[in-house]
């Protein structure tokens, strides 16, 4: 073993550069942490960078309200968004039945690769019950209204917000998302790509209490509509993201992630070569 980590120690001695990485360019390792005193660190409640590469957890980086994602079916893989899950069928990211705050206002991004679109409202993220299909907020891609849309689906039938047609592209990454303000569901204004593409919201609306059931990536809680695609990261907060912010964002998704040393990408890239070799062992 310590043959092993020796080995790992020069590997990251040769193979990394100079510099320190900041910005960041790709994703940051394991080990990475948020600067809380960045500006789009703050209402941060939930950071799934996935940046495990293997193994059936996904950290939370932020771990407040919200758990890591215990990984059933999805599988790793490695894109030019670094790693990333690859969702097909039954796969689901379970991150908890923790009791979960009715925030006022939130701002809900992922960076998602969809295969393929239908008339299912295929779940990117999802605050669900044992009733998915009416007591759920849930960021969607769909077909239901306009080809290759994006649908917030909160509470019941009738009380949903769609984009504009064709704000995702499909077999390419798109950063998706949507704010919503006072839990009005008038108040949705839905992005992709770091611009605005709503199309519609409804008049009113009585949002269900999401205090009452658990957060999931990539399905819903009966894993009966799955994304067909992949995801590399998603973000949650509890306050409305300016439009500016949101292009930050699209432009920059790591700039809350602290700064590291050469010191410090070494360090993480023994630690993950390490855990990698005990899992498939």
Request: overall charge positive.
């Amino acid at each position: 073993m310590r043959k092993i980590l020796l080995a790992l120690l020069i590997f990251g001695l040769l193979v990394l550069p100079c510099e320190a990485k900041t910005p960041w360019t790709s994703k940051p390792p394991i080990g990475a942490q948020i600067d809380w005193s960045h500006p789009l660190s703050r209402g941060l409640v939930g950071c799934w960078l996935m940046n495990e590469k293997c193994g059936s957890i996904s950290n939370n980086l932020v771990n407040a309200y919200f758990g890591n994602g215990v990984i059933t079916g999805a599988t790793w893989g490695s894109s030019i968004k670094g790693s990333k899950l690859l969702f097909s069928g039954t796969n689901i990211v379970n991150c908890g039945n923790k009791i979960i705050p009715n925030m006022t206002n939130q701002t809900w991004l992922a960076m998602v690769y969809p295969t393929t679109i239908d008339a299912t409202n295929r779940r990117v993220m999802v605050i669900d019950d044992t009733t998915p299909a009416t007591n759920r907020t849930a960021l969607t891609v769909t077909n239901t209204v306009v080809a290759n849309g994006i649908r917030i689906a909160i509470t019941a039938t009738g009380t949903n917000s769609d984009s504009i047609a064709n704000a995702v592209n499909l077999n390419a990454w798109n950063l998706i998302g949507f704010t919503w303000k006072g839990r009005d569901i008038s108040q949705v204004n839905i992005y992709s790509n770091g611009k605005n593409v709503t199309a519609s919201v409804p008049g009113s609306a009585t949002a269900w209490n999401d205090s009452a059931g658990g957060f999931r990536i990539g399905n819903r809680q009966d894993a009966a509509a799955p994304l067909l695609g992949s995801i590399a990261f998603c973000y949650l907060y509890n306050r409305v993201l300016s439009p500016s912010e949101i292009q930050q964002l699209y432009q920059e998704p790591y700039c809350f992630i602290k700064p590291t040393t050469d010191w410090d990408m070494i360090k993480a890239a023994v630690v993950g070569g390490v855990r990698r070799i005990f899992l498939i062992q």
